[in-house]
DNA sequence: CTTTTTTGCACAATCGATGGTGCAATGACT
DNA sequence: AGTCATTGCACCATCGATTGTGCAAAAAAG
């Protein structure tokens, strides 16, 4: 704190300072000095200094000089949506707690947007790296793979790297199961008043359409290919997807599943322009949790994955060194109406 | 491509395959060749050579050397919220627009933390900092300084930088006279019948709870001091302030202001504890809008902060050089019941 | 055919930290 | 006292890029 407004310290002017060689204060400061059998007096003098002047190491120089630079990617397609901020947040946690540094970024579910992102991550020599929701999770593979970068994939699996995943078999299973269950009480349910909306041509839309349709078969006996909507990612698309089936229709689906949160938004957006009376009684199920969404005006049952866990795994995996290219699954929880999950906000403390 | 599994190229590499000097293959991939002279020719042979192998320069390296390396960090409190994680999405997109890195991460309203963060991302030489959220923004403030780190602070201001914020005041006026006039639908509304809830010892909160008083003595004449409850960030504490009032009264207040989203959890924590009877009439407003939480079995109005607006005027400030330490309001927008907001969401190509 | 100017590029120092190697001083032991 | 092992540290090359400087060769001028 000696120097204000002055550049920070190096390794040289502590070396001057103490008098001592800059490989000792190297030493010395990045804890390898016992090894390097630097006397403990040495060290005490070097480390005062170090703090009297608030030195901080280069970390560009120590990871362009040891070809590790302490950053841990995370690759997501969005920041604006519970299921990945809550992923960003767990990673985060974990990756400070292993004293290194997250590094969050999004790529927009764009192939080519993501090839060059992970590109950029490499130019900075970051270390290990996870793919969540890529849409090309193979072309990232070989970027990464070209350069030697550890990675995993999560979400959505590749065919080239470990991945893992939520098992979206079976959440759609729940789900469905749930939704039927629910809507029955209501009076009987006829195959053509389930539907589903959301997702495209990825693996976990397929895993859930499948699961979905399993349970609605067994259940309701069968599943007309026109109950299955798939209508992409966006908001709007998924809006407009509602709005045709109501034209058709003069109201909504007595029941239907909805593919992701963000596909949720799309029926907001219906909503918004509708009134009240139009879903006055839908049953929704939501293959994502959101602490809003499950309080609708209407039962939403949603799937809430465990993304803290996908990311403990994706540890273990890294750590455990360049294992074969499989596909682990983690199980989702089915979270009724009206649920308010505490999650990784839990974990701040909040004085006062 | 050519090299596949090797490591990186370099301009050494590049060097050695074009007999060109390493400062001239280093002149022509940053750009700088036409100002140093080198032949046409002579930087096409190189560029088609990188191509061909793929290069990527090492950030790292040119980091180290130019002391400027293309990092552009965003300080959150969370990820896991609305808000910040639409925060986050525009920050990337305007970062990513200008050529630079973006680089988010959340410090959980810890002030140390946040300390150390920046530290760290002062260690990687990052060019400028947004600071949102931050519980000291002063403290953060010098630890830039000592860099000469160039910084703005956003959402919550501080008094030794250029700070961006909503304009708090202004924005809980308007919230509070909608929620007002539209309780006053139900028929005529007392002081004690309106109170708020969250926010703790900050410049938001104290703003947001004057402009609230503000107009809650213009329009019902009195506020008593009951009526506002500051439970601080977490919807844990904020469940239990409704849990208490609900246990004094038999039921919750006829109208609040809830002070953001992540007390609006709060909400539905206690919600999920109370039947639907508890709450069928209630009108609220909160600070901060969330699309789910606008489609509550409840009028919810809501507050949308424009964080976009805040982003580009953090980097028209940053842009014009070290500015005065003045605080920039941006002006939030009221958001009624059942509205659903296109978002940066929608600015994704969703093909299919 | 000189002299001057311009063109085109190579050289080398540098950014801050790391880690292998070597060497003097000290202590232990015969 | 002489040999050997140990301690404690300095030296130096290195990571990959940037940039100021210098100097040939080619072109232009005289």
């Given amino acids: 704190m000696t120097d204000i407004g002055k550049k920070k310290a190096t390794i040289y002017d502590l070396s001057m300072l103490s008098g001592a060689s800059p490989s000792t204060v190297s030493a010395v400061l990045n804890g390898s000095w ?3 059998r630097i006397k403990e007096a040495t060290a005490q003098l070097i480390q005062n200094l170090a703090n009297e002047h608030g030195y901080t190491a280069n970390l560009q120089a120590r990871g362009l000089r040891s070809s590790r630079s302490g950053l841990v990617g995370l690759l997501l397609p969005v920041h604006d949506n519970r299921y990945f901020s809550s992923m ?5 946690a974990q990756v400070r707690s292993r004293g290194q540094c997250p590094l969050v970024v999004s790529a927009c579910r764009d192939p080519e947007e993501e090839r060059k992102v992970v590109e950029t991550l490499i130019s900075y020599s970051i270390d290990e790296l996870f793919i969540a929701g890529a849409t090309d999770p193979d072309g990232v593979h070989k970027v990464c793979e070209k350069a030697g970068l550890k990675h995993v994939n999560i979400d959505l699996p590749g065919t080239l790297a470990p991945s893992i995943i939520s098992d979206n078999h079976e959440g759609a299973r729940m789900l469905t199961q749930a939704i039927i269950e629910r809507a029955q009480e209501d009076g009987p349910l006829s195959p053509d008043d ?10 976990a839309s397929h895993e859930r359409i499948r699961g979905f349709r399993d349970v609605k078969r067994a259940l309701l006996g069968a599943d007309p290919d026109v109950c299955i909507q798939p209508t992409g990612y966006s908001p709007a698309m998924t809006a407009r997807a509602f709005e045709a089936f109501y034209e058709g229709h ?3 689906p007595r029941a239907f599943f909805v593919n992701s949160s963000i596909n949720l938004e799309g029926l907001m957006r219906f909503l918004a322009l509708h009134p009240h009376e139009t879903f006055a009684d839908i049953i929704v199920g939501c293959y994502d949790y959101d602490p809003f969404g499950s309080f609708l005006p209407f039962p939403v049952f949603m799937i809430r994955q465990d993304s803290e866990t996908m990311i ?3 540890f273990a995996i890294l750590d455990a060194g360049r294992g074969p290219p499989i596909t682990h699954l983690v199980r989702p929880s089915l979270v009724p109406p009206r649920t308010a999950l505490t999650g990784p906000l839990d974990a701040l403390k909040d004085i006062e």
Wanted: glycine share 16%.
């Fill in 34 to 36: 016992r090894k390097r």
């Fill in 194 to 203: 389930l539907y589903l909306f959301g997702g495209r041509n990825d693996h």
């Fill in 88 to 92: 960003a947040q767990s990673f985060e």
């Fill in 250 to 252: 003069g109201k909504l």
């Fill in 312 to 314: 403990t795994k994706g």
